[in-house]
């Protein structure tokens, strides 16, 4: 059987079809577990209108973050594989079966696939040009964006990610931390097959992500990490500079005896920019 988790916070106009998308799964051994975060818009009574179905289940919790919705329904889940999707994002008919296939074929504890991204009601493909099979470095494939474990388009074995858990401190990046940890002792296995549709359309889950210090890029370790997971982090850290203009003298600080990881990520993604904006445009031009 097949979790599926949902944490849910005022998704009033998305969640039924999120939720919709799980019932016609041509997969049919599945549970469907919704964590409502402490809604107030009408977004539960939306979800309790689909538990006729005895394999959904509502649960209501006060507001405490996506992350505690989604340890709550990781520590509830009684399938043995488990994947969690946002409330605004939807899955595709045959993700679950195929999500499962691959994990049992390369015998793996982690399945991903590629995805759509929909905004403002289109959908283009967020394409990953790989060959189905076992990423041999999962850092090195991060960094280059080979791949990417994207919530509502990985499949994970129950027994593995019962081990973890989301760190409840943070609002944004929670998701990254608990990856990394994974992703540095465990295979993947990815499918070019498109499985789920991430939507930009609906504002963010739970908490407004503005405050630096609940931002895993403001509690990132370098210390002890391969190369490639370094370079991965100095990645995340450069983003980390763009999007918090006010906190890069901290940043600095905080990263002071890392900045060689930094700046080399920044340098050889600027290269990696040119060489696929060069690959590109050559297509266009055959």
């Given at each position: 059987m097949v979790s599926v988790i949902i944490p849910l916070?005022?998704?009033?106009?998305?969640?039924?079809?999120?939720?919709?998308?799980?019932?016609?799964?041509?997969?049919?051994?599945?549970?469907?577990?919704?964590?409502?975060?402490?809604?107030?818009?009408?977004?539960?009574?939306?979800?309790?209108?689909?538990?006729?179905?005895?394999?959904?289940?509502?649960?209501?919790?006060?507001?405490?973050?996506?992350?505690?919705?989604?340890?709550m329904g990781i520590q509830m889940a009684k399938g043995e594989w488990l994947l969690y999707i946002d409330a605004d994002d939807?899955?595709?008919?045959?993700?679950?079966?195929?999500?499962?296939?691959?994990a049992e074929k390369f015998e793996v504890s982690i399945a991903a696939s590629n995805f759509y991204v929909e905004f403002e009601g289109k959908k283009r493909r967020c394409l990953y040009n790989v060959s189905e099979g076992v990423v041999l470095n999962n850092f090195r494939s991060l960094f280059f964006n080979s791949f990417d474990i994207r919530a509502g388009a990985t499949l994970y074995k129950s027994s593995l990610i019962k081990q973890y858990k989301f760190d409840e401190?943070?609002?944004?990046?929670?998701?990254?931390?608990?990856?990394?940890?994974?992703?540095?002792?465990?295979?993947?296995?990815?499918?070019?097959?498109?499985?789920?549709?991430?939507?930009?359309?609906?504002?963010?889950?739970?908490?407004?992500?503005?405050?630096?210090?609940?931002?895993?890029?403001?509690?990132?370790?370098?210390?002890?990490?391969?190369f490639w997971e370094k370079m991965k982090l100095g990645s995340l850290a450069n983003y980390g500079l763009d999007i918090y203009p006010n906190n890069r003298s901290e940043i600095k600080a905080i990263y002071s005896n890392d900045l060689k990881w930094i700046y080399l990520s920044a340098k050889i993604g600027f290269f990696v920019y040119l060489f696929n904006k060069c690959c590109n445009l050559l297509h266009k031009l055959k």
């Amino acid at each position: 059987m097949v979790s599926v988790i949902i944490p849910l916070y005022n998704k009033y106009l998305a969640i039924g079809r999120t939720i919709e998308s799980v019932i016609v799964q041509t997969y049919k051994d599945w549970e469907l577990l919704i964590i409502d975060d402490g809604s107030n818009d009408g977004s539960g009574q939306v979800a309790e209108q689909y538990t006729f179905d005895e394999r959904i289940h509502y649960i209501y919790k006060s507001n405490g973050g996506v992350s505690s919705a989604r340890n709550m329904g990781i520590q509830m889940a009684k399938g043995e594989w488990l994947l969690y999707i946002d409330a605004d994002d939807y899955l595709l008919p045959n993700a679950l079966e195929t999500l499962l296939n691959l994990a049992e074929k390369f015998e793996v504890s982690i399945a991903a696939s590629n995805f759509y991204v929909e905004f403002e009601g289109k959908k283009r493909r967020c394409l990953y040009n790989v060959s189905e099979g076992v990423v041999l470095n999962n850092f090195r494939s991060l960094f280059f964006n080979s791949f990417d474990i994207r919530a509502g388009a990985t499949l994970y074995k129950s027994s593995l990610i019962k081990q973890y858990k989301f760190d409840e401190t943070l609002i944004r990046y929670e998701d990254a931390k608990l990856e990394f940890d994974i992703l540095r002792n465990h295979k993947v296995a990815i499918t070019p097959q498109f499985t789920m549709v991430y939507t930009k359309d609906y504002a963010g889950l739970s908490k407004p992500a503005s405050d630096f210090s609940k931002d895993y890029i403001s509690c990132m370790s370098f210390e002890g990490k391969p190369f490639w997971e370094k370079m991965k982090l100095g990645s995340l850290a450069n983003y980390g500079l763009d999007i918090y203009p006010n906190n890069r003298s901290e940043i600095k600080a905080i990263y002071s005896n890392d900045l060689k990881w930094i700046y080399l990520s920044a340098k050889i993604g600027f290269f990696v920019y040119l060489f696929n904006k060069c690959c590109n445009l050559l297509h266009k031009l055959k």
